[in-house]
């Protein structure tokens, strides 16, 4: 790159030599004439189209709440519990009406007198005596039954939650466009060129 440099500065000082002399030429003549001459010669810039990606957008996180969710369950619910309802029943009783002996036969001896007045003693026998007598009997004992009541249910709806409240995470990636812009490609110049007249 140094030879380039220098090889352009021998360039440029042999053309500025050669200017000097064609101006010098030039003024010795009365003007500039043949290849002695050179002319003043402009290059305009080029340009070319280059594509440009660039990002519109950049990426983002979004977060999304979902709702927890719920359903309706029947359950069957027991608002009396089972149980034993007594029943008592009372004893029975009878009146029983029994021959009851009052005195049981036997002989005594018994003194009277006759139609003459005369004192007269004998054996008397005396029979059994009975009487009636009333008494009140149990046909049958007190007794307690049991009732049986069945438990009372009954169904009652409640909500429950089969799916929690979640929080969705979602990536949206970068945005990017490609577009085209001017650039140039190399800049305009001006250099000497000889004349070919």
Partial sequence: MV???????????????????????????????????????????????????????????????????????????????ERRIPHHRAAVY??????VLISAAGRRWEVTRDAYGNTVGCWVDVPARYGYQSRRV?????TIDYE????????????????PTQVVREEIPAVYETRQRQVMVSPGSQYWSRSRY
């Fill in 3 to 81: 030879r380039s440099l220098s090889s352009g500065f021998i360039a440029a000082s042999s053309l500025a030599t050669a200017l000097l002399l064609g101006a010098s030429v030039a003024q010795a003549g009365g003007g500039c004439r043949g290849s002695a001459c050179y002319n003043l010669v402009t290059a305009p810039p080029v340009y070319g189209s280059i594509n440009e990606t660039y990002q519109v957008r950049p990426a983002q996180v979004q977060r999304r709440v979902v709702p927890a969710e719920y359903e309706t369950v029947t359950d069957n619910v027991m608002i009396a519990p």
């Fill in 94 to 99: 009878e009146t029983v009406t029994e021959k």
């Fill in 138 to 142: 149990e046909v049958s004992p007190a």
């Fill in 148 to 163: 049986t009541v069945p438990a009372v249910y009954t169904q009652r709806q409640r909500q429950v939650m089969v799916r």
